[in-house]
């Protein structure tokens, strides 16, 4: 078991590793040049990352080690310290930052080693709700409108009270149909499904529904963990090549439900820095000379959830 004192001194480390891969990436805003953007914040959270006094195992990172040179799923980062778990998604939304929409970020999340689930790069299909419950609200092998009428009887409102968001994709048309037929509004956002997860926390009506990284989906409940929040998750294959990635990293049932205790087994950290302004998070900023970022910091140790500004000579 980490100290909680050792914890807090981590949070300073991350913050700052995620405040460097934001800076490194938003030199693309814009660009339209997705793979330079990712490119710029992978290197610039490794070489951080790599200065820290940690042991740091990648479980959740840029992929396969054949598929990714850099924060590859094994790396082992870090000068050497205290062993941890660490989550990192160093571009969440390339496109979003490719095109110069809001609400990109730089992700990282950690914990004791063998606390994160390691999730290999696929699909995952997700509810998450926000907030502390006393019994656990959501379930994958429940139906839509079960689901949402659980969630409506939790938060003591109507079921129409509530907004659920989905990424716009064609594969959500079906579940889009379903929600709208039982009288619920939906959200469609382009991309960024960590904040879209996280969201629900600062929203008392908001779900979360649909398939998306299973890397985001960890990272998303290292947040909820602070929050309270609820998030289930089920790993879906496309191929016989995307299942022996799982049973690579250890996963022998394929049809597991995961829930937020699954994928988090002990008090994490988790950290965004925003890199293009969104609902969340301002993202770089730069004012006489400086250049200025807005981090959240979560801690589940003692539920800190707060804004950071840090600054830096241009």
Known sequence: ?????????????????????????????????EKSADQAAVEAMRTALNALPISGTIVIGEGERDEAPMLYIGEQVGSGGIKLDIAVDPLEGTTILAAGDAGALATIAC???GSLLHAPDVYMEKIAIGFDFSE??????????????????????????????????????????????IGVRVHLIPDGDIAAVIATSF???????????????????????TTGGQICGRLLFRN?????????????DLNKQYHL??????DAIFIATGVTTGPMLQGV??????????????????????????????
Request: glycine share 6%; charged share 25%; hydrophobic share 40%.
């Open 1 to 33: 078991m980490i100290e909680l004192f050792s914890m807090k001194n981590l949070i300073l480390h991350f913050t700052e590793v995620a405040h460097l891969a934001a800076i490194s990436a938003h030199k693309f805003v814009g660009l339209g040049d």
């Open 285 to 314: 900023n730069y004012q006489n000379g400086k250049v200025i970022t807005e981090t959240i910091v979560m801690f589940s140790g003692d539920k800190i959830k707060n804004k950071v500004r840090l600054e830096r000579n241009a």
């Open 203 to 225: 929203d008392h009506k908001n779900v979360y529904m649909g398939t998306g990284g299973a890397p985001e989906g960890v990272l998303a409940a290292s947040a909820l963990k």
């Open 240 to 252: 016989e090549i995307e299942k022996a990635r799982a049973h690579k990293i250890g996963i022998t």
């Open 136 to 181: 656990r609200i959501i379930d994958l092998d429940s139906n839509i409108r079960s689901n949402l009428r659980n969630i409506a009887l939790a938060k003591k409102c109507y079921i129409e009270d509530l907004c659920v968001t989905v990424l716009n994709r064609p594969r959500h048309e079906e579940l889009i149909a379903k929600i709208g037929e």
């Open 111 to 113: 914990a004791q080693a």
């Open 261 to 266: 205790e699954d994928m988090v087994k002990s």
